[in-house]
């Protein structure tokens, strides 16, 4: 339901997560060769190198994010949920650390490969995994790397990493330095990954000399790697004498300085012993004395960076700037907020969240029904080869993925189970207080144990602020048994750069067709049917309940446009559509989620588990479309209609919900 | 020019002729397997005995009309033109009869083969061709029908066919009745083409007797027959005793009555010896006195011909009216219109006209440069086999035909040498009595000579009179040397029922972009270029000389669409772009258009051949696309722009202008 908001004010996190370098706009996919329409903006035809390219010729200076793969995962779900929220700010590009101990090429939910191809595809980050190359055979880096293609990674940050003892001797068959793993990948993955390598402003510790460090660098560029990414530094120029000594030497390519806003006294302490750095004394003299206030550490912590990084981007010589987030948000936003390079209402290139996978560069359009839950499209089709052609438009029949691992981290509930039980009820004794639970969702009005609902099987997060626009009319409805799960107000022409409902390159117009989908009982559809009859055939509609019986208007089972923009000197684009056929998938996943994640909150046979069952064996799960977008949105006044017939008096309604309001414990 | 109409008021012929069944709207083509838009109308993917089951269905009562090939390469010309206006009425097929003596399946012009091949592709309406077997070998047969289906030919009207003699001996390996082509085109291609059969309500001439000859005609319903038309008869109830007995035969299949109105004394003789049919008493009666008075005939043959359908169809029994129009329109169409069958303002499927042949049933977008020029483009891009996905699009590079055969005869200018000199000039002194001609074909004024100018090499049809919303702004600037050629305002959102500019099922709407092309100096186009850098992105521009040299500034040589469709319970419709990729060959063809039509016109050498020279290798041809269609079009800003550009004082210019008018023998 987040989404009802998400339509209308185009806030929700999963639209903002695709903005990153939407604003170098303009071209379109060479590679498209559908005749529908094109992919709106460069940055998701380019590589990485080529984005850096045109944000240095474009003098758009950029930022990019450094994160560590979680411990656990519950750890996984959050630091997913920051990529959302930090991606919104429009970073370049993420990375993820690669840590030998954590298993971090395996499938588990805190492996460094899992994440990155979850920042990939799920959250339409453009990202780095890093890869270590020491005590490894060069099969099992081989394999990493296969593997890291196939999951759409298409940039390896090459480190030797760190030796398991103190010393170490060179393998003569393994790998010594990055740069065997530099020529190893491009021997045997020719020019598929953008490669970058790490640099030492003040010398690699275990280095000879700073020269001869910088000459190991120009080795690494030279044997194919792209792009530069410091080690933290805590002087401004420490960074620009290195890349001055860098340029003297002949390595030309882009050199981001790492940044480290210093966060906490601890964590300072780690990282200085870690990369074997010395604090300079004027920063230790600050904070030695505040070490135990942490909130005054941080706040010194931005400032530094704040300075540092303005001395840095004055320079002329900074075309991007590397934080080290430690995983953290606040610190790292504030810098960049302070710095004007966080952007604070992206432009949207499309109006849901654009998967950065290499094969879906050219996916421009998509079912309305995941609205909310982006990542279960991008997962159920993620064996599909072709964006779009290969999509279940008009094509027969799409081959939805199973819901068989529903369970995979990144669909779960970010809420525990108790606090699940808190929000949606501990004891349920009848359908009015499911409507009640629905209602107090919408309104973000505790329940009656004091509880806000801030989320629902189908809609993970609250309902924002902004949708006061709906807000009322969905309150009406949900307290009556019209269980709204998503929805979009119509809209009729306005600029493309709306902040609210804009998306695409500038100059162009938006436009939406009102939609509404819920669920509601079998005595509600009966009526409806009769109300839809005057409504031929401005309203669409698909009525299914969870044994696939389909009541439909729709046309020949075409996809209904209900999601469109009109650009200069571009065919007409249409990301979102109501498709008969994938609906019955997502019928599907809707009426399973009923069950998957509320019913099994309660024991087996318990009245609330029998409650949510019986919703989930006899409602119907409905969408309208009401195709009349220049007029006003007749879908309420359809749902009013449909309440009248139900023949009952408002006023004996009313008393109804009044009862249910007086004894609230019959419910909780 | 015709187009800078049709775009505007919707009313071009060739818009019209693709209406045939048009209103039985709904479904799209199940086939279509594209991503994009699907095809709108039904009509489009039904085989013929598909739309008359529809029609009976939804009791939607339809005509059909047939013609006879011409003799003649020009009556060629006209019959087509006809069809076009005749098309525009809503006939649900035509017919074309076959003559042995006229080599009736040869390539040539007037033949049978080709006149049904253009009524389908270049006509767009559904056609069926007349075959006769009798004296002819199987293998000859086989081949009309293999030529017929590669032409994209559907019906096939089975006929015995006069014998060569009077009395004939029946063939051992031959066909020696209808039903032996019927059987033969069964088994040969199965179930591939419609056929109709011939039924005689007076029994046929030769039948032993009237029930020998209804058992014939079961016979070939039989074998395969789908539909019967009957021969001519003059009253009522013959037909419908003749209906009644072929029911009460087991007869299902529909049988449409054949009507003749009387247009002519003579016509009706030599009809009446061929078919040998008696006319009744009471009407010799009435026009043997008239018999030298052909209004009064004809008049009478409308009457007569109203009130004999006007029976047949308060019948019931009769869905659809066959008219043996002897290739004239007055009276059919007269006839059609007191029944109230014509179809005055037909609802069009798309904006422009709609081949009928199979394969091209799901195309639905076309570069808007051939508006004015249908068969040319289709022509052109005859050997195209998928529709649209061979579509010139996004699709590197579209392979149009050449234009070698140019002087195929429906690309040929309807008017002779001499009348196009009187419209064009005998004689030309300069560019401004070129500008002069464009400027009389706009204002539809006579030319210094007094003659109209009723067509232009790109406009084969003269300006509708419905232009006046845009007359005055094109007249003013073809005064001043900017030729145009094609022209669209922009539509904001018009109901697609609405009469000038509608299209598409009811309750869409419709939208477009402003477009304007012409050709003009490169003197202009240097001012041009400087006044369009103040309308970026608003306006998007391609500008090519005859040599190639392109400028523009659309983003990746996307196409733009510049008319759309959205409607209910379907995908966006954008049935015409302005695409750069086949702008180039649209180049080649509208220049040439000058030499081909216009200075061949003149002696080698000749000053006036020398003029339209310089234009064709020193102009440039522009198109214009105003991207802000909500706003007022800004294209006639841009050339009034162009024009204060160029330094010349308005009052100066009129000065000239008034110059040119009194002195015109200058000119011609």
């Known amino acids: 339901m987040v989404n009802q908001v998400q339509r209308g004010d185009g806030n929700c996190q999963s639209c903002k997560s695709d903005s990153s370098g939407s604003n170098s706009g303009g071209e379109s996919s060479k590679e498209s060769s559908r005749c529908s329409t094109p992919v709106l903006d460069a940055d998701r035809s380019d590589r990485l190198r080529d984005k850096m390219r045109r944000r240095m010729e474009s003098g758009d200076r950029w930022f990019s994010l450094e994160f560590f793969p979680p411990r656990t995962a519950s750890g996984a779900v959050n630091l997913i949920s920051?990529?959302?929220?930090?991606?919104?700010?429009?970073?370049?590009?993420?990375?993820?650390?690669?840590?030998?101990?954590?298993?971090?090429?395996?499938?588990?939910?805190?492996?460094?490969?899992?994440?990155?191809?979850?920042?990939?595809?799920?959250?339409?980050?453009?990202?780095?995994?890093?890869?270590?190359?020491?005590?490894?055979?060069?099969?099992?880096?081989?394999d990493y790397l296969t593997?890291?293609?196939?999951?759409?990674?298409?940039?390896?940050?090459?480190l030797r990493g760190d030796p398991l003892g103190e010393d170490w001797e060179e393998e003569e068959e393994g790998f010594n330095y990055a740069v065997d793993l530099v020529k190893h990948i491009r021997s045997e993955f020719d020019d598929y990954f953008d490669i970058c390598v790490a640099g030492y402003p003040t010398g690699h510790p275990e280095a000879e000399s700073y020269e001869d460090d910088l000459r190991h660098l120009k080795e690494k560029v030279d044997a194919g790697a792209d792009f530069v990414i410091t080690q933290l530094f805590f002087r401004a120029d420490t960074f620009?004498?290195?890349?001055?000594?860098?340029?003297?030497?002949?390595?030309?390519?882009?050199?981001?300085?790492?940044?480290f806003p210093i966060q906490g006294y601890q964590s300072l302490r780690q990282l200085v012993k870690l990369s074997k750095l010395e604090v300079p004394e004027d920063i230790t003299k600050v904070i030695e004395p505040i070490k135990d206030n942490d909130a005054a550490i941080r706040n010194y912590g931005i400032q530094q960076a704040v300075e540092m990084c303005r001395v840095l981007l004055e320079s002329g010589k900074v075309p991007?700037?590397?934080?080290?987030?430690?995983?953290?948000?606040?610190?790292?936003?504030?810098?960049?907020?302070?710095?004007?390079?966080?952007?604070?209402?992206?432009?949207?290139?499309?109006?849901?969240?654009?998967?950065?996978?290499p094969k879906r560069k050219v996916e421009d359009v998509r079912p309305i029904f995941w609205a909310s839950r982006p990542k279960s499209y991008i997962y159920r089709t993620q064996d599909w080869d072709e964006f779009p052609n290969g999509r279940?438009?008009?094509?027969?029949?799409?081959?939805?993925?199973?819901?068989?691992?529903?369970?995979?981290?990144?669909?779960?509930?970010?809420?525990?189970?108790?606090?699940?039980?808190?929000?949606?009820?501990?004891?349920?004794?009848?359908?009015?207080?499911?409507?009640?639970?629905?209602?107090?969702?919408?309104?973000?009005?505790?329940?009656?144990?004091?509880?806000?609902?801030?989320?629902?099987?189908?809609?993970?997060?609250?309902?924002?602020?902004?949708?006061?626009?709906?807000?009322?009319?969905?309150?009406k409805v949900n307290r009556r048994g019209v269980l709204t799960i998503n929805s979009q107000p119509n809209i009729n022409g306005k600029p493309s750069t709306d902040p609210i409902v804009g998306w695409g390159p500038a100059g162009g117009y938006v436009f939406q067709k009102a939609y509404l989908e819920f669920f509601t009982s079998s005595e509600n559809v009966t009526a409806l049917l009769k109300v839809l009859k005057k409504y031929e055939p401005r309203v669409n509609y698909h009525i299914v309940n969870v044994h696939g019986r389909n009541l439909t208007n729709a046309p020949d089972m075409q996809?209904?446009?209900?999601?469109?923009?009109?650009?200069?000197?571009?065919?007409?684009?249409?990301?979102?559509?109501?498709?008969?056929?994938?609906?019955?998938?997502?019928?599907?996943?809707?009426?399973?989620?009923?069950?998957?994640?509320?019913?099994?909150?309660?024991?087996?046979?318990?009245?609330?588990?029998?409650?949510?069952?019986?919703?989930?064996?006899?409602?119907?799960?409905?969408?309208?479309?009401?195709?009349?977008?220049?007029?006003?949105?007749?879908?309420?006044?359809?749902?009013?209609d449909m309440f009248e017939l139900l023949d009952v008096p408002p006023e004996l309604l009313n008393d109804v919900n009044g009862k249910r309001c007086e004894n609230e414990t019959e419910y909780f």
């Open 320 to 357: 991007g700037l590397h934080f080290y987030t430690l995983n953290r948000e606040v610190a790292t936003m504030e810098v960049l907020r302070q710095l004007g390079l966080w952007i604070e209402d992206p432009r949207r290139p499309l109006p849901w969240a654009v998967s950065a996978h």
């Open 559 to 640: 996809p209904n446009a209900v999601t469109w923009g009109i650009f200069p000197g571009r065919e007409i684009v249409q990301p979102t559509v109501v498709d008969p056929v994938s609906f019955m998938s997502w019928k599907d996943e809707a009426f399973a989620l009923w069950i998957e994640q509320w019913a099994k909150l309660y024991e087996d046979e318990s009245p609330s588990r029998m409650i949510i069952k019986y919703i989930h064996d006899n409602y119907f799960l409905v969408n309208l479309v009401d195709n009349d977008f220049p007029l006003e949105n007749c879908l309420w006044q359809v749902i009013d």
């Open 147 to 158: 593997k890291a293609k196939r999951l759409g990674l298409k940039n390896i940050m090459a």
């Open 392 to 475: 279940w438009g008009n094509s027969s029949s799409p081959a939805f993925g199973e819901l068989n691992d529903y369970y995979l981290f990144y669909l779960k509930s970010k809420s525990s189970k108790d606090a699940l039980l808190q929000m949606w009820g501990e004891e349920l004794m009848s359908e009015e207080s499911v409507n009640e639970i629905f209602t107090c969702y919408i309104t973000a009005q505790p329940n009656r144990r004091g509880h806000k609902v801030l989320c629902l099987p189908w809609n993970d997060e609250p309902l924002a602020s902004e949708t006061n626009l709906l807000k009322d009319e969905l309150e």
């Open 240 to 259: 620009l004498k290195f890349l001055e000594d860098c340029r003297a030497i002949g390595i030309t390519c882009p050199i981001l300085p790492g940044i």
């Open 82 to 142: 920051r990529f959302d929220r930090m991606g919104s700010g429009g970073p370049l590009f993420i990375d993820i650390t690669w840590h030998p101990a954590g298993d971090p090429g395996s499938d588990k939910e805190t492996s460094s490969m899992m994440i990155a191809s979850t920042a990939v595809n799920y959250c339409g980050l453009e990202s780095i995994l890093h890869l270590t190359c020491c005590n490894q055979t060069k099969e099992k880096i081989t």
